[in-house]
């Protein structure tokens, strides 16, 4: 097997350096694992000939196959030793300074033509080069956990790289079997920057009292398609490996407010309750199976009163239609009647806000998300208002169950659950592609395989429309008076004429 590397150097023997190490040997390369502990480095070795006989048990692999393999997975004794590589990957400690000594002392071991790459998270591949005689063979090489499954691989130039070097590791990741997408170097690259919108706008919401964690991983899973709620996530990620990365980029950011942390991770991780991995986190585990509270169940009403749909409510007529085919009682009046329960969908606005400037009694309103397509959800939303009356609270949900679909009942909030993390994620998206970090199509590429979302965040915002989603932010700038969901020029400026956010610019 032809490989743009023959010899390949992995310091560090942790899980991210032994899943490079058996990608990078499965391409054919001659792979020399070095780790500080040398038992680390054997141990590592060991648990990958493991993997590569389960494979072969499954049929995946054959006997020829993995004798290849193992014949070309080498323990290193000391760093000397990859003075023959012509790359070497680190996967050592996130401390940068940790980093940039170790690439130190590989410049002075190696060739002048090696390749010395960084498989840092949300490091500068600038900074760890700073002080490098060859900072043009330097760049960045970030692959994701389990390096085997996660078929991604972020390759960063920093200032001075060599664009050839790039254009090499790219070429390598497609023999790993893996797909490169190019990154900027600036704060989390791609993945790791995308992906704030998700977790931050998500505790913001458990922050303002708004629902429970289970509840918003329910409506994101069911009404958006996420494969994990945010919650699931950091529990399966572990705060001690996410917080830190909030943090990381919000300082990098120089506190750009899209960013900002949350003092509820910050005092579970301080509390040990980090996740899955401890039996603890935003979930109680038992057998490794997170102990999720039951929903609430749906009220018995003994009679459900007549519905009146504000005219501004967002998919008005989709709605109207929805109440009809559930047996709703509709008033088509220009104002509810004294009994009428109201219902309005704002984009982006608290119900408070809509009832007071609609002139409607709050204490009938209540509010439902209409920015998804209701028949491509599993789960209605509701939210309330503090002087929503429980009998219509009880009223509307019941009425929305009728026919089976999951109903989910919350505070009054500007914007919906989802409204608020799809406008977030795609607002943050949008602000990648205003700084160049990427293209849109690496960007697309990059969080699908790297985060698993259902979609890219601009066929996201494609698909609820560019125009809702402005909404959505501008709504609710107004009511958080709050930068942090200013709208990137870049999602305005095609949100103002209609244009595609996968559109490229010529």
């Not at 792979?31 to 680390?40: H, M």
């Not at 950011?253 to 301080?270: D, F, G, K, M």
């Not at 009146?308 to 929805?322: C, D, F, I």
């Not at 219509?392 to 989910?408: E, P």
């Amino acid at each position: 097997m032809n490989t743009i590397y023959t010899q390949v150097g992995i310091v560090g023997a942790g899980a991210m350096g032994r899943g490079i190490a058996q990608i990078a040997a499965q391409a054919g390369s001659t792979v020399l694992l070095f780790d500080t502990q040398a038992a680390a480095a054997t141990a590592a070795q060991t648990a990958i000939f493991s993997q590569w006989d389960k494979l072969m048990d499954k049929g995946r692999l054959d006997a020829a196959q993995v004798a290849d393999y193992k014949k070309r997975l080498l323990c290193a004794s000391q760093l000397n030793d990859l003075a023959v590589c012509d790359l070497i990957v680190e996967a050592i400690v996130e401390r940068l300074d940790v980093k940039a000594g170790l690439f130190a002392e590989l410049e002075n071991i190696v060739s002048a033509k090696t390749v010395l790459a960084s498989n840092t998270s949300s490091l500068s591949i600038t900074a760890i080069a700073a002080k490098l005689k060859r900072p043009q063979q330097m760049a960045g090489y970030h692959f994701f956990n389990p390096v085997p499954v996660m078929k991604v691989v972020e390759v960063i130039a920093g200032l001075k790289t060599d664009p050839a070097i790039c254009k090499a590791l790219s070429e390598y990741a497609r023999q790993m079997g893996h797909t490169p997408v190019a990154a900027q170097d600036t704060p989390g690259f791609i993945v790791n920057h995308a992906g704030r919108g998700f977790g931050t706008e998500a505790l913001r919401i458990v922050g303002e009292g708004v629902a429970d964690f289970a509840t918003i991983d329910r409506i994101l899973k069911d009404q958006a398609g996420f494969k994990l709620g945010p919650f699931e996530l950091m529990d399966l990620t572990a705060l001690d490996v996410s917080h830190p990365v909030m943090e990381s980029i919000y300082h990098q950011y120089y506190e750009e407010p899209r960013y900002r942390p949350s003092v509820i991770t910050a005092q579970r991780l301080a509390g040990g309750m980090v996740g899955r991995k401890v039996g603890e986190g935003f979930y109680r585990y038992e057998g490794n199976v997170a102990q999720v509270p039951a929903e609430p169940p749906v009220p018995q009403v003994d009679e459900i009163p007549p519905v009146w749909v504000s005219p501004r409510a967002a998919r008005r007529a989709e709605l109207l239609q929805l109440l009809k085919n559930l047996g709703a009682k509709i008033e088509t009046g220009q104002s509810p009647s004294p009994l009428a329960l109201t219902l309005v969908a704002p984009l982006g606005f608290d119900i408070s806000t809509v009832a007071v400037v609609e002139r409607l009694d709050p204490a009938r309103t209540v509010g439902i998300d209409m920015l998804v397509d209701d028949a491509a959800t599993k789960r209605r939303v509701l939210a309330t208002n503090p002087a929503t009356r429980s009998d219509m609270r009880d009223a509307a949900h019941a009425l929305f169950a009728r026919d089976g679909k999951a109903v989910s009942v919350i505070r009054d909030s500007g914007g919906f659950v989802t409204q608020r993390v799809v406008a977030t994620i795609v607002n943050i998206a949008s602000d990648i592609c205003q700084q160049q970090i990427c293209s849109p199509q690496d960007l697309e590429t990059a969080v699908t395989l790297g985060l698993g979302y259902p979609m890219g965040p601009l066929a996201m915002g494609n698909l609820y429309g560019p125009t809702n989603v402005l909404e959505v932010l501008f709504n609710m700038q107004t009511v958080y008076g709050d930068t942090r969901y200013r709208p990137s020029p870049w999602l305005r400026r095609r949100g103002a004429i209609g244009l595609s956010l996968l559109h490229v610019e010529a």
